[in-house]
């Protein structure tokens, strides 16, 4: 029997995002397993299974709160696009004023200039909602959470594949298009994911006091 | 008030509670309209506890799944011993397959709620991180729905011509 640390990544993971009553339980499995000569690989498997397993047995034992969850997240996120549009515009006036010295052919500037100072602010909001959702259902957060996030993804990647779809040929295709495009639909759900996991952070203090010895 | 307590756990006549208290109540009140008009109102609540309850009740006396009966009798073989690891073990070397542990602890779960299986925590150890083990064990309940499993698939099996095709 060996007596290693199982991969901590992993068991961070595991700590956080598995649901149910016998985490502990299970996580002790597996490092039980591990130490027994079970390989790494096989270690982040069972944690990714569980997770996974976890949200959807949660997500099909109580489809109410999950229809809940994703009406409450996207009225959320559609609600959040006002201010963020509002805002957006203050702050791209502001730093086209600030960023005098941009080269008309320098594609970062431009990218900074005109997209990311909105598209942060997309972020935050995306995270506010998370929280908001993955507050709302604390028992389940993890479940209602990932639902949220896929549907935004869902909801993302219909946006861009539509907006690709409008554009007609003549009007040319800026560079930064593509980058935005996949901020959108990668960044955007993350963010929604990351603002809930750190919504509900304050409930990780049980998971350190009981941390790997 | 009509309201009847139907949430009777394991009643076979689950259904027959509300409607036989609701006969005795008809004959005792039977005069002012007010309280008929009561009544058709408590009538419907009685009828809706009692749909809910049905479906409860169905679902309780459900088929164990596949997996499910698997779990039962890697615990009927495990007897005391049987935790998550010795288990998924039991499961892996009897089908040749991996196991997910997430899978076995979601199955117990489910099994528990179904009162087949029940569990115990033990002691946290150094070689588990510090964390317990939580045992299982089969009720009496849960036997019975391995026996029930096991007299239907042998009836099935013998009425069936011996399988062809197909590989292993």
């Known amino acids: 029997m060996r007596d290693q640390q199982p991969p901590r990544v992993a068991t961070w993971l595991a700590l956080r995002l598995v649901s149910g009553p016998r985490r502990e339980s299970l996580l002790g499995d597996l490092i039980e397993q591990y130490r027994q000569g079970r390989s790494g690989i096989w270690y982040w498997r069972q944690v990714l299974a569980a997770i996974l397993v976890g949200i959807a047995h949660d997500l099909a034992s109580h489809k109410t709160l999950a229809l809940r969850a994703v009406t409450i997240g996207l009225t959320l996120y559609y609600l959040f696009s006002f201010p963020v549009t509002w805002a957006g515009g203050i702050a791209e006036n502001w730093v086209s004023q600030q960023v005098i010295l941009c080269e008309p052919d320098s594609f970062w500037c431009q990218f900074w200039r005109n997209q990311l100072s909105a598209e942060l602010l997309i972020y935050v909001a995306g995270a506010v909602s998370g929280g908001i959702v993955a507050r709302l259902h604390h028992k389940h957060w993890v479940a209602m959470l990932s639902l949220y996030t896929a549907s935004v993804l869902v909801f993302e990647c219909g946006m861009v594949g539509w907006i690709a779809s409008q554009t007609v040929s003549p009007i040319p295709i800026s560079r930064v298009a593509p980058i935005v495009a996949n901020l959108t639909v990668v960044v955007r759900p993350l963010s929604v994911f990351v603002g809930g996991i750190w919504a509900v952070r304050s409930d990780f203090g049980s998971v350190h006091a009981t941390a790997i010895q | ?163 062809r095709g197909g590989s292993a």
Request: charged share 25%; net charge positive.
């Open chain 2, 1 to 163: 008030m009509l309201i009847v307590n139907t949430y009777l756990e394991g009643a076979e006549g689950l259904a027959l509670q509300g409607p036989l208290q609701l006969r005795s109540q008809r004959s005792r009140e039977n005069h002012s309209a007010k309280r008929n008009v009561t009544r058709r109102v408590d009538l419907l609540k009685l009828t809706g506890h009692n749909l809910i309850n049905i479906v409860r009740y169905m679902a309780r006396r459900e088929f164990l799944g596949g997996f499910e009966l698997l779990v039962l009798l890697a615990l009927v073989r495990l007897d005391d011993e049987a935790y998550g690891v010795p288990i998924a073990k039991a499961i892996e070397e009897s089908s040749g397959r991996d196991v997910a542990m997430g899978s076995v602890y979601v199955t117990l779960d489910r099994l528990e709620g179904k009162g087949l299986v029940r569990s115990q925590v033990g002691e946290p150890t150094a070689v588990r991180g510090g964390r317990a083990k939580t045992y299982f064990q089969i009720t009496p309940q849960g036997l019975r729905a391995v026996r029930h499993a096991q007299r239907t698939l042998i009836k099935l099996w013998q009425g069936a011509p011996q399988p």
